[in-house]
């Protein structure tokens, strides 16, 4: 009995050691977890001050970024105290026009109806108060199945969508205007000019030069290809109803132009794809262009972004080249060719000769969203740098940390791109 009183003590001296030995494990444990858990939030709470205080700076950047290539001296500018007032006219440009498959699957709303209005409503306010907005339309309008690639031809709602986000003038001189041959190429004509757009860049009428009348100022529209897809299997005729540039049909055009309007466009559609910077063929037709009276050059076709510049012709005027606006719209699923821009010009003309001079280039970013292929509404274009200046204000819902880095990332894509010579 004695042994077995002993044997219980002992039991539960050990028994409360290892209680006390549990309790000290167990409030060590919850004070190394304590500590632990402050150290997170102390740090969680650092990096969100520190994040804070990048977007503010990155606000602060974005505020103070301006997106200018040229504006004319004080001494271009004519006497404010003229009893003729000058004439402001402004321009609006932005590059190819396409519509891929994966915007087909995105508009489609039912049995061969679509509806593209949402892709555009986010950036229609930056050209409806030019006086021309122009764009180059990279695809057909014919009664084929729609095709976002190869052939390419779209809906009539493409179009009608383009139109009401402002664009009112288009080229159809590109590599793929002869998809459909000339029956395509003038069904396509007569789609976008009965939605109420001016059309160059064929050769289906006499007129080949659009002159448009601004302001009582004419300008001169020209617009060619570099070439047409499969060209060496294309009809003679084929080949002739489309401006395919040749030094010997600018020339001529470029005349007719300096003989009938106060300020010539060209439009070209040449390059590299996917190339940031001009190729020596660029330069050389640019020279050859500017040589034969262009006033103003604007290419695409490699859908990114190439370099701009101010020239200057034999006669000492200011010649603008922007040697690629990039797309307007395309579902081309990479970094450089998701960042757009509108180019802004504007024209002066002189009260008092009636001399029309180039004026102020600038620029607004855009972005073609990519939202994902399960949501309502995949594509979209957005005003980079308003949405980036949102989401740095704190309105965080408005793109998702990724997307706002890849905007950041564009906007010095851009502004490294359009500054190189």
């Not at 020279?287 to 262009?294: P, T």
């Not at 004026?359 to 957005?382: C, F, M, W």
Request: aromatic fraction near 8%; charge should be neutral; include cysteine.
């Amino acid at each position: 009995m004695i042994q077995m009183s002993r044997s219980r003590r002992k039991k539960r001296t050990f028994k409360k050691i290892t209680d006390v030995i549990s309790l000290k494990m167990f409030l060590s444990i919850i004070a190394i977890l304590a500590v632990i858990i402050m150290a997170c939030l102390g740090t969680i709470y650092y990096r969100n001050y520190q994040d804070k205080q990048l977007l503010a700076k990155q606000r602060q950047e974005l505020d103070e970024k301006i997106e200018s290539i040229f504006s004319e001296t004080i001494q271009n500018i004519a006497d404010s105290n003229s009893n003729k007032p000058d004439t402001i006219i402004r321009i609006s440009a932005v590059g190819d026009i396409l519509c891929g498959t994966e915007m087909l699957e995105d508009a489609k709303q039912e049995e061969n109806h679509y509806s593209f209005d949402a892709m555009f409503q986010k950036i229609t306010s930056l050209m409806k108060k030019s006086d021309i907005s122009l764009g180059t339309m990279e695809t057909n309008f014919v009664n084929k199945e729609y095709s976002g690639y190869g052939n390419r031809n779209s809906p009539k709602e493409f179009g009608e969508a383009v139109k009401n986000s402002g664009i009112n003038l288009v080229s159809i001189s590109t590599n793929h205007s002869l998809d459909y041959g000339i029956q395509g190429l003038n069904q396509t004509k007569q789609y976008l000019q009965s939605t109420g757009f001016s059309v160059v860049g064929d050769r289906l009428d006499e007129e080949t030069v659009l002159i448009k009348t601004v302001k009582n100022t004419k300008i001169a529209f020209l617009s060619y290809t570099y070439g047409v897809e499969e060209q060496d299997k294309k009809k003679k005729e084929e080949l002739e109803a489309l401006n395919i540039y040749s030094e010997e049909l600018a020339k001529k055009e470029l005349e007719y132009a300096k003989e009938n309007a106060d300020y010539i466009f060209v439009i070209m559609h040449w390059g590299e794809p996917y190339a940031t910077k001009p190729s020596k063929e660029q330069k050389e037709i640019a020279n050859f262009l500017i040589e034969n009276g262009a006033n103003v050059i604007l290419g695409n076709h490699p859908a990114a972004i190439q370099s701009m510049e101010v020239r200057q012709n034999s006669n000492g005027e200011n010649v603008f080249v922007a040697y690629s606006l990039g797309n307007y719209i395309s579902s081309i699923n990479n970094d450089t060719s998701k960042v757009e821009l509108v180019l802004n010009i504007e024209l002066r003309k002189n009260g008092e000769t009636g001399k029309v001079n180039l004026s102020k280039v600038n620029y607004t970013p855009i972005y073609v969203l990519d939202n994902g292929a399960n949501t309502q509404n995949r594509y979209e274009l957005i005003d980079m740098k308003g949405v980036a200046k949102e989401y740095a204000g704190g309105n965080t819902k408005i793109v998702n940390k990724q997307t706002y880095n890849k905007l950041l990332e564009g906007l010095k894509l851009l502004e490294e791109v359009v500054e190189k010579r």
